[in-house]
Protein backbone atom coordinates (compact mmCIF):
# COMPACT_ATOMS: atom_id res chain seq x y z
CA UNK A 1 0.00 0.00 0.00
CA UNK A 2 1.44 3.17 -1.26
CA UNK A 3 2.04 6.37 1.45
CA UNK A 4 -0.94 8.26 -0.13
CA UNK A 5 -3.10 5.43 0.16
CA UNK A 6 -2.59 4.44 3.39
CA UNK A 7 -3.31 8.12 4.66
CA UNK A 8 -7.06 8.11 2.68
CA UNK A 9 -7.38 5.14 4.74
CA UNK A 10 -6.69 7.32 7.84
CA UNK A 11 -9.28 9.84 6.27
CA UNK A 12 -11.96 7.24 5.83
CA UNK A 13 -11.26 6.21 8.74
CA UNK A 14 -12.25 9.04 10.44
CA UNK A 15 -15.03 9.63 8.48
CA UNK A 16 -16.60 6.45 9.48
CA UNK A 17 -15.56 6.79 13.08
CA UNK A 18 -16.55 10.36 13.67
CA UNK A 19 -19.21 10.83 11.03
CA UNK A 20 -21.38 7.36 11.74
CA UNK A 21 -24.43 7.55 13.75
CA UNK A 22 -24.61 11.30 14.35
CA UNK A 23 -28.23 11.33 12.72
CA UNK A 24 -29.47 8.99 15.51
CA UNK A 25 -27.52 10.71 18.31
CA UNK A 26 -30.20 12.61 19.83
CA UNK A 27 -29.26 16.30 21.18
CA UNK A 28 -28.51 16.09 25.17
CA UNK A 29 -28.95 18.37 27.76
CA UNK A 30 -27.52 20.55 29.05
CA UNK A 31 -24.46 20.93 27.53
CA UNK A 32 -25.05 19.83 23.79
CA UNK A 33 -28.76 21.77 23.91
CA UNK A 34 -27.42 24.72 24.93
CA UNK A 35 -25.15 25.30 21.70
CA UNK A 36 -27.95 23.55 19.92
CA UNK A 37 -30.44 25.99 20.78
CA UNK A 38 -28.54 29.28 20.67
CA UNK A 39 -27.44 28.69 16.71
CA UNK A 40 -30.76 27.64 15.43
CA UNK A 41 -31.78 30.80 17.30
CA UNK A 42 -29.16 32.86 15.65
CA UNK A 43 -30.27 31.19 12.02
CA UNK A 44 -34.19 32.30 12.98
CA UNK A 45 -32.81 35.75 13.89
CA UNK A 46 -30.99 36.55 11.39
CA UNK A 47 -28.86 38.15 14.34
CA UNK A 48 -25.19 36.28 13.34
CA UNK A 49 -23.40 38.85 15.60
CA UNK A 50 -24.90 38.52 19.12
CA UNK A 51 -25.39 35.28 20.67
CA UNK A 52 -28.64 34.65 21.98
CA UNK A 53 -30.84 31.69 24.01
CA UNK A 54 -34.27 31.79 24.85
CA UNK A 55 -34.48 35.05 23.53
CA UNK A 56 -31.83 36.39 25.37
CA UNK A 57 -28.67 37.72 24.68
CA UNK A 58 -26.20 34.60 25.75
CA UNK A 59 -22.42 35.77 26.70
CA UNK A 60 -21.20 32.11 27.64
CA UNK A 61 -19.08 31.46 24.74
CA UNK A 62 -17.39 33.91 21.79
CA UNK A 63 -18.89 33.52 18.19
CA UNK A 64 -16.75 30.58 16.06
CA UNK A 65 -18.56 27.62 17.20
CA UNK A 66 -21.94 29.53 16.77
CA UNK A 67 -21.34 30.11 13.50
CA UNK A 68 -20.53 26.30 12.49
CA UNK A 69 -23.12 24.96 13.96
CA UNK A 70 -25.63 27.81 12.34
CA UNK A 71 -23.98 27.26 9.37
CA UNK A 72 -24.68 23.48 9.51
CA UNK A 73 -28.35 23.96 10.15
CA UNK A 74 -28.19 25.94 7.33
CA UNK A 75 -26.86 23.36 5.29
CA UNK A 76 -28.70 20.67 6.64
CA UNK A 77 -31.77 21.70 8.46
CA UNK A 78 -32.14 21.82 12.29
CA UNK A 79 -31.36 18.23 12.25
CA UNK A 80 -28.41 16.22 14.75
CA UNK A 81 -26.50 15.37 11.81
CA UNK A 82 -26.35 19.02 11.34
CA UNK A 83 -25.24 19.87 14.72
CA UNK A 84 -22.20 17.36 14.55
CA UNK A 85 -21.45 18.07 11.17
CA UNK A 86 -18.66 20.55 11.76
CA UNK A 87 -17.35 18.83 15.56
CA UNK A 88 -16.81 16.00 13.27
CA UNK A 89 -15.18 17.65 10.31
CA UNK A 90 -12.81 19.59 12.76
CA UNK A 91 -11.74 16.40 14.20
CA UNK A 92 -11.40 14.96 10.80
CA UNK A 93 -9.14 18.28 10.34
CA UNK A 94 -7.22 17.35 13.84
CA UNK A 95 -6.22 13.92 12.45
CA UNK A 96 -4.88 15.10 9.43
CA UNK A 97 -2.88 17.90 10.97
CA UNK A 98 -1.65 15.47 13.43
CA UNK A 99 -0.19 13.52 10.71
CA UNK A 100 1.24 16.08 8.70
CA UNK A 101 3.23 17.18 12.13
CA UNK A 102 4.22 14.06 12.97
CA UNK A 103 5.53 13.33 9.53
CA UNK A 104 7.39 16.82 9.20
CA UNK A 105 8.98 15.97 12.56
CA UNK A 106 10.03 11.97 12.55
CA UNK A 107 8.41 10.24 9.18
CA UNK A 108 5.30 9.28 7.56
CA UNK A 109 5.65 5.67 9.52
CA UNK A 110 5.14 8.21 12.98
CA UNK A 111 2.73 10.65 11.24
CA UNK A 112 0.46 7.78 10.50
CA UNK A 113 0.58 5.95 14.00
CA UNK A 114 -0.13 9.69 15.54
CA UNK A 115 -3.16 9.86 13.36
CA UNK A 116 -4.62 6.42 14.03
CA UNK A 117 -3.64 6.85 17.58
CA UNK A 118 -5.39 10.08 18.16
CA UNK A 119 -8.33 8.52 16.00
CA UNK A 120 -8.88 5.84 18.36
CA UNK A 121 -8.65 8.02 21.48
CA UNK A 122 -11.32 7.30 23.58
CA UNK A 123 -12.10 11.17 24.43
CA UNK A 124 -10.74 12.40 20.86
CA UNK A 125 -13.83 10.30 19.19
CA UNK A 126 -16.45 10.73 21.71
CA UNK A 127 -15.91 14.61 21.67
CA UNK A 128 -15.56 14.50 18.02
CA UNK A 129 -19.08 13.98 18.04
CA UNK A 130 -20.36 16.14 20.63
CA UNK A 131 -21.91 19.35 19.96
CA UNK A 132 -19.25 21.44 21.97
CA UNK A 133 -16.48 23.72 21.14
CA UNK A 134 -13.75 21.30 22.00
CA UNK A 135 -13.39 19.69 18.63
CA UNK A 136 -12.74 23.08 16.65
CA UNK A 137 -10.66 24.36 19.34
CA UNK A 138 -8.48 21.34 19.53
CA UNK A 139 -7.78 22.03 15.62
CA UNK A 140 -7.17 25.72 16.24
CA UNK A 141 -5.51 25.70 19.57
CA UNK A 142 -2.84 22.44 18.27
CA UNK A 143 -2.80 24.20 15.11
CA UNK A 144 -1.12 27.07 16.64
CA UNK A 145 1.45 25.18 18.54
CA UNK A 146 2.88 22.88 15.77
CA UNK A 147 2.86 25.35 12.91
CA UNK A 148 4.99 27.34 15.78
CA UNK A 149 6.98 24.65 16.24
CA UNK A 150 8.26 24.01 12.53
CA UNK A 151 8.43 27.40 11.75
CA UNK A 152 10.60 27.73 15.19
CA UNK A 153 13.09 24.20 14.03
CA UNK A 154 12.39 25.04 9.58
CA UNK A 155 14.56 26.91 7.73
CA UNK A 156 14.42 30.59 6.49
CA UNK A 157 11.17 29.62 4.34
CA UNK A 158 9.45 27.78 6.72
CA UNK A 159 9.61 30.54 9.09
CA UNK A 160 6.02 31.50 7.20
CA UNK A 161 4.36 29.38 9.51
CA UNK A 162 4.56 31.80 11.69
CA UNK A 163 2.10 33.98 10.21
CA UNK A 164 -0.15 30.62 10.62
CA UNK A 165 0.22 30.37 14.39
CA UNK A 166 -0.96 33.82 14.33
CA UNK A 167 -3.83 33.10 12.70
CA UNK A 168 -4.52 30.00 14.26
CA UNK A 169 -4.14 31.57 17.95
CA UNK A 170 -6.84 34.04 16.44
CA UNK A 171 -9.08 31.63 15.60
CA UNK A 172 -8.50 30.03 19.11
CA UNK A 173 -9.43 32.75 20.85
CA UNK A 174 -12.39 33.39 18.31
CA UNK A 175 -13.96 30.01 19.54
CA UNK A 176 -12.96 29.79 23.14
CA UNK A 177 -11.68 33.26 24.78
CA UNK A 178 -8.22 34.21 26.00
CA UNK A 179 -7.09 30.96 26.50
CA UNK A 180 -6.50 30.24 22.72
CA UNK A 181 -3.94 32.71 23.00
CA UNK A 182 -2.77 32.79 26.61
CA UNK A 183 -2.06 28.70 26.94
CA UNK A 184 0.00 28.94 23.81
CA UNK A 185 1.82 31.90 24.68
CA UNK A 186 2.99 30.46 28.72
CA UNK A 187 3.85 27.11 26.37
CA UNK A 188 5.86 28.70 24.37
CA UNK A 189 7.62 31.08 27.06
CA UNK A 190 8.41 27.98 29.07
CA UNK A 191 10.29 26.53 25.70
CA UNK A 192 12.40 29.84 25.46
CA UNK A 193 13.47 30.03 28.73
CA UNK A 194 14.08 26.16 28.90
CA UNK A 195 16.11 26.84 25.90
CA UNK A 196 17.10 30.34 26.32
CA UNK A 197 16.83 31.12 22.28
CA UNK A 198 16.25 34.40 22.65
CA UNK A 199 17.52 35.10 19.43
CA UNK A 200 14.77 33.51 17.81
CA UNK A 201 12.47 36.13 18.83
CA UNK A 202 13.62 38.41 15.69
CA UNK A 203 12.28 35.57 13.22
CA UNK A 204 8.84 35.47 15.08
CA UNK A 205 7.45 38.11 12.71
CA UNK A 206 5.81 39.67 15.95
CA UNK A 207 4.40 42.83 14.78
CA UNK A 208 2.75 41.40 11.71
CA UNK A 209 1.77 38.70 12.72
CA UNK A 210 0.20 40.62 16.24
CA UNK A 211 -1.67 42.84 13.52
CA UNK A 212 -2.84 39.02 11.39
CA UNK A 213 -4.27 37.83 15.33
CA UNK A 214 -5.70 40.78 15.79
CA UNK A 215 -7.40 41.32 12.55
CA UNK A 216 -8.58 37.97 13.08
CA UNK A 217 -9.82 37.69 16.63
CA UNK A 218 -10.34 41.10 17.46
CA UNK A 219 -13.19 42.61 15.73
CA UNK A 220 -16.13 40.34 17.09
CA UNK A 221 -15.15 41.04 20.83
CA UNK A 222 -15.33 44.77 19.25
CA UNK A 223 -18.52 44.81 17.99
CA UNK A 224 -19.69 43.22 20.50
CA UNK A 225 -18.55 45.96 23.27
CA UNK A 226 -19.56 48.62 21.04
CA UNK A 227 -23.28 46.64 21.17
CA UNK A 228 -24.03 46.06 24.79
CA UNK A 229 -21.26 47.58 26.56
CA UNK A 230 -20.01 46.84 29.87
CA UNK A 231 -22.56 43.81 30.43
CA UNK A 232 -21.00 41.97 27.41
CA UNK A 233 -17.46 42.25 29.87
CA UNK A 234 -19.26 41.53 33.41
CA UNK A 235 -20.80 38.77 31.68
CA UNK A 236 -18.17 37.32 29.44
CA UNK A 237 -14.75 38.14 30.43
CA UNK A 238 -15.90 38.46 34.12
CA UNK A 239 -18.36 35.37 34.56
CA UNK A 240 -17.36 32.86 32.12
CA UNK A 241 -13.69 33.33 32.16
CA UNK A 242 -12.44 34.98 35.76
CA UNK A 243 -15.47 33.29 37.67
CA UNK A 244 -14.89 30.09 36.05
CA UNK A 245 -11.04 29.93 37.20
CA UNK A 246 -11.52 31.43 40.31
CA UNK A 247 -14.63 29.86 42.30
CA UNK A 248 -15.55 26.09 40.73
CA UNK A 249 -18.77 25.69 38.68
CA UNK A 250 -19.25 21.64 40.41
CA UNK A 251 -16.90 21.68 43.61
CA UNK A 252 -17.00 17.72 43.78
CA UNK A 253 -14.50 17.89 41.05
CA UNK A 254 -12.45 19.57 42.57
CA UNK A 255 -9.64 16.79 43.68
CA UNK A 256 -6.35 16.80 42.51
CA UNK A 257 -6.31 13.15 40.88
CA UNK A 258 -9.48 14.77 38.64
CA UNK A 259 -7.12 14.85 35.48
CA UNK A 260 -5.21 11.92 35.88
CA UNK A 261 -8.28 9.51 35.48
CA UNK A 262 -9.38 11.42 32.70
CA UNK A 263 -5.75 11.26 31.16
CA UNK A 264 -6.24 7.44 32.00
CA UNK A 265 -9.91 7.34 30.58
CA UNK A 266 -9.65 9.65 27.53
CA UNK A 267 -6.07 8.42 26.28
CA UNK A 268 -7.30 4.72 26.82
CA UNK A 269 -5.88 2.76 25.10
CA UNK A 270 -2.55 4.31 24.43
CA UNK A 271 -2.25 5.30 27.75
CA UNK A 272 -0.73 1.86 28.81
CA UNK A 273 1.99 2.68 26.52
CA UNK A 274 2.83 6.00 27.70
CA UNK A 275 5.21 5.16 30.73
CA UNK A 276 7.67 3.35 28.44
CA UNK A 277 7.24 6.01 25.82
CA UNK A 278 8.21 8.69 28.49
CA UNK A 279 11.02 6.79 30.15
CA UNK A 280 12.20 5.97 26.91
CA UNK A 281 11.95 10.31 26.41
CA UNK A 282 13.88 10.72 29.35
CA UNK A 283 16.46 7.75 30.01
CA UNK A 284 18.35 5.87 27.81
CA UNK A 285 20.20 2.56 28.91
CA UNK A 286 19.51 3.51 32.46
CA UNK A 287 20.93 7.24 32.02
CA UNK A 288 19.26 10.70 32.01
CA UNK A 289 19.08 12.10 28.99
CA UNK A 290 19.67 15.84 28.28
CA UNK A 291 15.97 16.87 26.58
CA UNK A 292 16.12 18.89 23.52
CA UNK A 293 14.63 19.96 20.52
CA UNK A 294 11.10 18.41 19.97
CA UNK A 295 10.94 16.02 22.90
CA UNK A 296 11.02 19.15 25.05
CA UNK A 297 8.84 21.33 23.26
CA UNK A 298 6.12 17.85 23.31
CA UNK A 299 6.52 17.34 26.85
CA UNK A 300 5.85 20.61 27.75
CA UNK A 301 3.09 20.70 25.17
CA UNK A 302 1.77 18.13 27.36
CA UNK A 303 2.62 18.96 31.18
CA UNK A 304 1.55 22.92 30.62
CA UNK A 305 -1.89 22.59 29.65
CA UNK A 306 -2.27 19.56 32.12
CA UNK A 307 -0.93 21.68 35.17
CA UNK A 308 -2.51 24.93 34.29
CA UNK A 309 -6.15 23.46 34.55
CA UNK A 310 -5.48 21.12 37.44
CA UNK A 311 -4.97 24.74 38.81
CA UNK A 312 -7.83 26.25 37.51
CA UNK A 313 -11.09 25.88 40.36
CA UNK A 314 -13.20 25.14 37.43
CA UNK A 315 -12.70 21.01 35.95
CA UNK A 316 -14.37 19.87 32.86
CA UNK A 317 -13.68 16.31 31.27
CA UNK A 318 -12.92 18.45 27.72
CA UNK A 319 -10.39 21.24 29.22
CA UNK A 320 -7.14 18.69 29.10
CA UNK A 321 -8.05 17.33 25.75
CA UNK A 322 -5.36 18.60 23.88
CA UNK A 323 -2.75 17.10 25.33
CA UNK A 324 -4.45 14.20 23.45
CA UNK A 325 -2.13 16.04 20.36
CA UNK A 326 1.11 15.59 22.07
CA UNK A 327 1.08 12.69 23.08
CA UNK A 328 -0.75 11.18 20.50
CA UNK A 329 2.70 11.81 18.03
CA UNK A 330 5.30 10.75 21.41
CA UNK A 331 3.72 7.52 21.87
CA UNK A 332 3.51 7.24 17.64
CA UNK A 333 7.24 8.17 17.79
CA UNK A 334 7.93 5.57 20.60
CA UNK A 335 5.80 2.72 18.50
CA UNK A 336 7.08 3.36 15.03
CA UNK A 337 10.51 3.60 15.41
CA UNK A 338 12.15 -0.32 15.00
CA UNK A 339 14.93 -0.07 17.50
CA UNK A 340 12.13 0.78 19.94
CA UNK A 341 9.37 -1.43 18.84
CA UNK A 342 12.00 -4.54 18.95
CA UNK A 343 13.19 -3.69 22.24
CA UNK A 344 9.44 -2.42 23.60
CA UNK A 345 8.07 -4.88 26.16
CA UNK A 346 4.28 -4.85 25.26
CA UNK A 347 2.70 -7.87 27.07
CA UNK A 348 1.83 -6.21 30.40
CA UNK A 349 0.59 -3.06 29.22
CA UNK A 350 -1.64 -5.59 26.66
CA UNK A 351 -2.65 -7.34 29.38
CA UNK A 352 -3.56 -4.31 31.62
CA UNK A 353 -5.48 -3.07 28.43
CA UNK A 354 -7.12 -6.47 27.88
CA UNK A 355 -8.71 -6.64 31.38
CA UNK A 356 -9.36 -2.79 31.79
CA UNK A 357 -11.15 -2.88 28.71
CA UNK A 358 -13.58 -5.17 29.87
CA UNK A 359 -14.78 -2.81 32.08
CA UNK A 360 -16.54 -0.83 29.50
CA UNK A 361 -18.70 -3.23 27.88
CA UNK A 362 -19.37 -4.04 31.30
CA UNK A 363 -20.43 0.04 32.05
CA UNK A 364 -22.40 -0.26 28.44
CA UNK A 365 -24.33 -2.67 30.31
CA UNK A 366 -24.98 -0.31 33.46
CA UNK A 367 -25.92 2.01 31.31
CA UNK A 368 -28.51 0.07 29.07
CA UNK A 369 -29.75 -0.77 32.51
CA UNK A 370 -30.75 2.28 33.26
CA UNK A 371 -32.67 3.33 30.08
CA UNK A 372 -33.82 0.06 30.06
CA UNK A 373 -32.83 -1.89 27.10
CA UNK A 374 -31.74 -5.53 26.58
CA UNK A 375 -28.27 -6.39 28.14
CA UNK A 376 -27.67 -7.89 24.62
CA UNK A 377 -27.23 -5.23 23.00
CA UNK A 378 -23.91 -5.18 24.50
CA UNK A 379 -22.95 -8.58 23.05
CA UNK A 380 -20.57 -7.03 19.67
CA UNK A 381 -18.67 -4.79 21.65
CA UNK A 382 -18.03 -7.65 24.43
CA UNK A 383 -17.07 -10.58 21.89
CA UNK A 384 -15.08 -7.29 20.21
CA UNK A 385 -13.27 -7.34 23.28
CA UNK A 386 -12.79 -10.70 24.05
CA UNK A 387 -11.55 -11.87 20.70
CA UNK A 388 -9.85 -8.89 19.26
CA UNK A 389 -8.36 -8.24 22.51
CA UNK A 390 -7.23 -11.64 23.00
CA UNK A 391 -5.94 -11.82 19.55
CA UNK A 392 -3.54 -8.79 20.44
CA UNK A 393 -2.73 -10.33 24.09
CA UNK A 394 -1.16 -13.02 21.72
CA UNK A 395 0.71 -10.78 19.34
CA UNK A 396 2.25 -9.44 22.54
CA UNK A 397 2.78 -12.48 24.25
CA UNK A 398 4.94 -13.67 20.92
CA UNK A 399 6.35 -10.12 20.73
CA UNK A 400 5.24 -9.39 16.96
CA UNK A 401 4.95 -5.50 18.20
CA UNK A 402 4.73 -4.18 14.67
CA UNK A 403 2.00 -6.74 13.73
CA UNK A 404 0.49 -5.92 17.21
CA UNK A 405 0.29 -1.75 16.58
CA UNK A 406 -2.01 -2.70 13.50
CA UNK A 407 -4.40 -5.18 15.29
CA UNK A 408 -4.54 -2.93 18.10
CA UNK A 409 -6.02 0.10 15.96
CA UNK A 410 -8.26 -2.10 14.19
CA UNK A 411 -9.98 -4.08 17.27
CA UNK A 412 -10.24 -0.07 18.77
CA UNK A 413 -11.86 0.88 15.40
CA UNK A 414 -14.82 -1.69 15.28
CA UNK A 415 -15.17 -1.54 19.15
CA UNK A 416 -15.76 2.17 19.04
CA UNK A 417 -18.52 1.76 16.38
CA UNK A 418 -20.25 -1.16 17.87
CA UNK A 419 -20.52 0.93 21.25
CA UNK A 420 -21.43 4.04 19.46
CA UNK A 421 -24.36 1.75 17.98
CA UNK A 422 -25.21 -0.58 20.61
CA UNK A 423 -24.57 2.33 23.96
CA UNK A 424 -23.87 5.68 22.73
CA UNK A 425 -27.01 6.08 20.52
CA UNK A 426 -29.71 4.56 23.47
CA UNK A 427 -27.83 6.70 25.92
CA UNK A 428 -28.55 10.12 24.28
CA UNK A 429 -31.85 9.42 24.13
CA UNK A 430 -32.41 8.48 27.68
CA UNK A 431 -30.16 12.21 28.03
CA UNK A 432 -32.56 14.41 25.52
CA UNK A 433 -35.68 15.22 25.74
CA UNK A 434 -36.39 15.14 22.12
CA UNK A 435 -39.36 12.44 23.06
CA UNK A 436 -41.61 14.41 25.12
CA UNK A 437 -40.52 17.82 23.06
CA UNK A 438 -42.20 16.23 19.51
CA UNK A 439 -44.84 15.08 21.67
CA UNK A 440 -45.46 18.43 23.26
CA UNK A 441 -45.50 19.86 19.93
CA UNK A 442 -48.01 17.66 18.68
CA UNK A 443 -50.32 17.95 21.88
CA UNK A 444 -49.85 22.43 21.39
CA UNK A 445 -52.89 24.35 20.57
CA UNK A 446 -53.13 28.53 20.32
CA UNK A 447 -52.63 29.76 23.76
CA UNK A 448 -51.07 26.69 25.50
CA UNK A 449 -48.69 27.33 28.21
CA UNK A 450 -45.37 24.98 28.62
CA UNK A 451 -43.37 24.37 31.89
CA UNK A 452 -40.87 21.72 33.27
CA UNK A 453 -40.39 20.80 37.09
CA UNK A 454 -37.56 18.74 37.84
CA UNK A 455 -34.42 18.92 35.44
CA UNK A 456 -35.10 21.83 33.31
CA UNK A 457 -34.40 20.43 29.38
CA UNK A 458 -33.49 23.10 26.77
CA UNK A 459 -33.13 20.26 24.18
CA UNK A 460 -37.21 20.08 24.82
CA UNK A 461 -37.10 23.59 23.50
CA UNK A 462 -34.87 22.75 20.78
CA UNK A 463 -37.23 20.49 19.55
CA UNK A 464 -40.30 21.50 20.19
CA UNK A 465 -39.17 25.38 19.31
CA UNK A 466 -41.74 26.26 21.63
CA UNK A 467 -41.65 28.21 25.32
CA UNK A 468 -40.86 26.21 28.00
CA UNK A 469 -40.78 27.83 31.42
CA UNK A 470 -38.97 26.46 35.13
CA UNK A 471 -41.27 25.77 37.13
CA UNK A 472 -40.36 26.99 40.82
CA UNK A 473 -41.51 27.70 44.16
CA UNK A 474 -42.07 31.26 44.23
CA UNK A 475 -40.38 32.30 47.01
CA UNK A 476 -37.07 30.02 45.21
CA UNK A 477 -37.22 32.05 42.18
CA UNK A 478 -35.63 35.08 43.12
CA UNK A 479 -32.59 33.06 44.17
CA UNK A 480 -32.43 31.45 40.98
CA UNK A 481 -32.39 34.85 38.93
CA UNK A 482 -29.48 35.70 36.93
CA UNK A 483 -27.26 38.07 39.28
CA UNK A 484 -24.15 39.51 38.48
CA UNK A 485 -20.58 38.15 38.46
CA UNK A 486 -22.17 34.74 40.13
CA UNK A 487 -23.22 31.18 38.49
CA UNK A 488 -27.05 32.27 38.38
CA UNK A 489 -26.32 33.95 35.39
CA UNK A 490 -26.77 31.38 33.13
CA UNK A 491 -30.58 31.16 34.51
CA UNK A 492 -31.28 33.14 31.30
CA UNK A 493 -34.94 30.63 30.86
CA UNK A 494 -38.11 31.86 31.74
CA UNK A 495 -39.50 31.11 35.31
CA UNK A 496 -42.55 30.57 36.33
CA UNK A 497 -44.21 30.10 39.83
CA UNK A 498 -46.09 26.99 40.50
CA UNK A 499 -48.36 28.91 42.33
CA UNK A 500 -49.32 30.78 39.86
CA UNK A 501 -50.28 28.13 37.37
CA UNK A 502 -53.46 29.20 35.53
CA UNK A 503 -56.09 27.31 36.19
CA UNK A 504 -58.51 27.73 32.97
CA UNK A 505 -55.05 27.75 30.22
CA UNK A 506 -54.13 24.36 28.48
CA UNK A 507 -50.72 23.37 29.98
CA UNK A 508 -48.13 20.92 29.62
CA UNK A 509 -45.71 20.37 31.55
CA UNK A 510 -42.10 17.87 31.34
CA UNK A 511 -41.49 15.80 34.56
CA UNK A 512 -38.41 13.40 34.63
CA UNK A 513 -39.13 10.33 36.59
CA UNK A 514 -37.65 11.32 39.74
CA UNK A 515 -39.17 14.57 40.39
CA UNK A 516 -42.81 12.68 39.17
CA UNK A 517 -43.80 11.73 42.00
CA UNK A 518 -43.17 15.27 44.09
CA UNK A 519 -45.23 16.77 41.20
CA UNK A 520 -48.23 14.95 41.96
CA UNK A 521 -47.75 15.34 46.05
CA UNK A 522 -48.11 19.19 45.18
CA UNK A 523 -51.92 18.95 43.75
CA UNK A 524 -51.72 22.10 41.77
CA UNK A 525 -54.10 20.49 39.49
CA UNK A 526 -55.50 17.17 38.18
CA UNK A 527 -53.21 15.85 35.26
CA UNK A 528 -52.79 13.40 32.83
CA UNK A 529 -50.22 11.59 31.16
CA UNK A 530 -49.64 12.04 27.66
CA UNK A 531 -46.36 10.42 26.93
CA UNK A 532 -43.73 8.34 29.06
CA UNK A 533 -41.00 7.58 27.25
CA UNK A 534 -36.70 8.14 27.62
CA UNK A 535 -37.70 8.65 31.20
CA UNK A 536 -39.70 11.72 31.20
CA UNK A 537 -43.65 12.35 31.01
CA UNK A 538 -45.44 14.43 29.27
CA UNK A 539 -48.33 15.98 31.40
CA UNK A 540 -51.74 17.84 30.69
CA UNK A 541 -53.38 19.89 32.95
CA UNK A 542 -57.49 18.58 32.96
Given at each position: ???N?Q??L???A?L?????????LF??D?????Y???A?EM?????????Q?Y?QY???K???F?????LG??????????A??F?A?F?V??L?L?????RK??????GL??G?I??TS?E?W??G??II???ALF????G????????Y?G????KNY?????LF??????????I??L???L?????????R?????KA???????V?F????LP??????LK????FLL?F?G?H???????S??P????I?????I??LG??????????T??KC??KDG?W?K?K???V??????????????????????Y???????????????L??KSN?S?A?????M???F?????F?I??G?A??????????ILP????I????G??????????N???????????L?????F??A?F???T?????KS?ALA?K????????????GEY???A???????ICR????K???G?????FS??S?N???F??L?D?P?T????????E??YP????????P??V????D???????I
Amino acid sequence: MSKNQQVLLLVLAGLVLLFLFNGHLFITDDVESNYALTAKEMVQSGDWLSPQIYGQYWYDKPIFFYWLTALGFKLFGFTEFAARFFPALFSVFSLLLVYWFGRKLYSHQVGLISGFILATSLEFWLIGKFIITDSALFFFFNGALAFFYLAYRGTKEEKNYYYLFYLFCGLATLTKGPIGFLLPGLIITLFFLYTRNWAELKAMKIFTGAVLFLVTALPWYYLMYLKHGEQFLLMFFGVHNFLRATVSEHPRDNVIYYYLLILILGFFPWVAFLPQTLRKCIQKDGSWLKLKGDTVFLLLWFLAVFIFFQMMATKYITYTLPILFPLSVLVARFLGEKSNLSQAKLFWPMLYLFLFGLLFPIAGGLALRMVHLPLVSILPSFLMIVIGGGYCLTLAWRKNNNKLVWSLVTVILLFNIFFTQAIFIPVTHYRSAKSAALALKEHWQPGTIAGAYGEYHTSAVFYSGKKICRLEKKKDIAGMLPKPFSWTSKNVMPFMALEDIPKTKKMLVIVDEKSYPEFLEKKLAPWKVLSHQDGLYLLEKI
